[in-house]
Nanobody, 126 residues
Framework: QVQLVESGGGSVQAGGTLRLSCAASGLSVRNYCMGWFRQSPGREREEVAAIGRNGFTSYADSWKGRGTINRNNTWNTLYLRMNSLKPEDTAMYYC????????????????????WGQGTQVTVSS
């Protein structure tokens, strides 16, 4: 049984930093393209960042220079470090596993997610 469990969300002031974690079980993060998504009320879910099986990374335009996605294969965990947070970054953040090899532009993996976590809330105040 595959489980993706996010953590690390919380409340932070604008300009602050958070690091999200996504602990995986039932699959190996190194064998999937892994991605971070977010969704705020009234808006569609959108891509944030992705890392392919080959280690290549991709970021949505709004996250270039502010976000860093990486994974720890030993701990089977995916991470997203978010710097210079803005109030508009307030959202529920989800990790996902995608059965594809690499990434494409816009913070995406080259397929739709097969597995999702339950999300972690990030709230940025001005």
């Amino acid at each position: 049984q595959v489980q993706l469990v996010e953590s690390g969300g919380g409340s932070v002031q604008a300009g602050g930093t958070l690091r999200l974690s996504c602990a995986a079980s039932g699959l190996s993060v190194r064998n999937y393209c892994m991605g971070w998504f977010r969704q705020s009320p009234g808006r569609e879910r959108e891509e944030v960042a992705a890392i392919g099986r080959n280690g290549f990374t991709s970021y949505a335009d709004s996250w270039k220079g502010r976000g860093t996605i990486n994974r720890n294969n030993t701990w089977n965990t995916l991470y997203l470090r978010m710097n210079s947070l803005k109030p508009e970054d307030t959202a529920m953040y989800y990790c996902a596993a995608v059965d594809s090899y690499s990434v494409i532009s816009g913070g995406r993996c080259y397929a739709r997610p097969a597995y999702w976590g339950q999300g972690t809330q990030v709230t940025v105040s001005s």
